[in-house]
Every structure is written in structure tokens, then in C-alpha cells.
């Protein structure tokens, strides 16, 4: 068990992403960011399952099956695109609906904070972006949420993340957000 690693790694992790949360506007919001990594659902398995360079989940659901802990996390958070999901009147399925743009300036800061901390020195402009593609994160959003979380991470890699912070900090609305794609 790496209890006192995870700790640090979780506690770095909330730090980044919190300055990257002052710098797109949602400063307060990212007070709060990731909070339930430090209840017992969490902070138990991620010791448990730490690995330095990725996600303890990864680990857990390959060593059980399943994650409880990502399972625990993803219904607390709302900026990860798993809690936008629910049962669409029209089909009877579960569905990915519009993320909130405060949530999705969130996602956005985590994905750059998260790529930072576990790529290290590795880090490039296009990491968080390249791992967006990698996953293929979009086909599991709604593909409005989808294409402008795409274009943010876009302008990370392409202008760099003094621009594209600067940029993203004013927009408030899906509009807004669209109009600059």
C-alpha cells in the first residue's frame, strides 16, 4: 500500500488543477475540485492500486473488473463527462446530455493538470489532446460538449496554454464558445 504517495499525487494533482481553474474564470468552482478522492471510497483503493504514472483505477479495474473508487468519483464530479450521462426520453437509453460549460472549463483543467502530473518531463502542448483523440473521448460526450472540449485542448497544442487559457476564460456561454471554433 503507497498511501503517503497517493496522498501527495492527489493533493499535487487538486493543487494544478485548481491555478488552472483560476485562469479559465472558475476559480471558486476549483476550489472544490476533486474532493471525494480524500473519502474512504477512494483514498483506500488508490493506495492500494498506486501506480505514479497513471490512474490507480486503470489498475483496480484491471486487477477486479471493475472500479469501484471510479465508480464512487465519476457520480461525485461533475466535471467528468461520465456524470453527463442519463436515460433519453425519445430512445430509453442512457445517453450523454450537454455539459455545462463551468464543468466542461473543468474537465478541460484536469485533463491539462492530469497529463502534466503523470507525463512529467514528457509533457508536450498536445498530450491532453492526443489522449483525448486516444481514448476517443468525443463518441462518448454529447457532440457539442465534445467538439469544443476538442477545439480548447486544440489551441493548447497549437497556441499554447497562455493563449488558449486567456480565450477560454471569456467564454460563458455555449454560443460563445462555438462562435470562436
Same mark, same amino acid.
Given at each position: 500500500m503507497h498511501f503517503l504517495k497517493h496522498l501527495h499525487l492527489i493533493t499535487r494533482h487538486r493543487? @494544478? =488543477?485548481? *491555478?488552472?481553474? %483560476?485562469? $479559465?474564470?472558475?476559480? %471558486?468552482?476549483?476550489? %472544490? #475540485? !476533486?474532493?471525494?478522492?480524500? +473519502? /474512504?471510497?477512494?483514498?483506500?483503493?488508490?493506495? @492500494?492500486?498506486?501506480?505514479? !504514472? #497513471? +490512474?490507480?483505477?486503470? $489498475?483496480? *479495474? @484491471?486487477?477486479?473488473?471493475? +472500479?469501484?473508487? /471510479?465508480?464512487? #468519483?465519476?457520480?461525485?464530479?461533475?466535471?467528468?463527462?461520465?456524470? /453527463?450521462? !442519463? &436515460?433519453? =426520453?425519445? +430512445?430509453?437509453?442512457?445517453?450523454? =446530455?450537454?455539459?455545462? &460549460?463551468?464543468?466542461?472549463?473543468?474537465?478541460?483543467?484536469?485533463?491539462?493538470a492530469a497529463s502534466k502530473l503523470y507525463e512529467k518531463k514528457n509533457y508536450r502542448p498536445d498530450s491532453a489532446l492526443s489522449y483525448f483523440r486516444r481514448q476517443h473521448t468525443a463518441q462518448k460526450m454529447h457532440p457539442l460538449s465534445a467538439e469544443v472540449l476538442e477545439q480548447w485542448l486544440l489551441w493548447v497544442s497549437t497556441e499554447g496554454e497562455k493563449q488558449a487559457f486567456r480565450k477560454i476564460k471569456k467564454i460563458k456561454t455555449y454560443e460563445q464558445a462555438t462562435t470562436s471554433i
Open positions: 493543487h @494544478k =488543477v485548481m *491555478r488552472l481553474c %483560476f485562469k $479559465v474564470g472558475i476559480g %471558486f468552482q476549483g476550489l %472544490f #475540485h !476533486d474532493l471525494s478522492k480524500y +473519502s /474512504w471510497a477512494e483514498l483506500i483503493p488508490g493506495a @492500494k492500486f498506486y501506480a505514479g !504514472d #497513471h +490512474s490507480p483505477t486503470e $489498475v483496480e *479495474r @484491471k486487477t477486479k473488473g471493475y +472500479s469501484l473508487a /471510479w465508480m464512487h #468519483h465519476k457520480g461525485r464530479n461533475k466535471h467528468h463527462i461520465e456524470y /453527463w450521462t !442519463d &436515460i433519453s =426520453v425519445q +430512445s430509453g437509453e442512457y445517453e450523454p =446530455v450537454l455539459m455545462p &460549460i463551468r464543468y466542461l472549463k473543468e474537465s478541460f483543467c484536469d485533463r491539462i
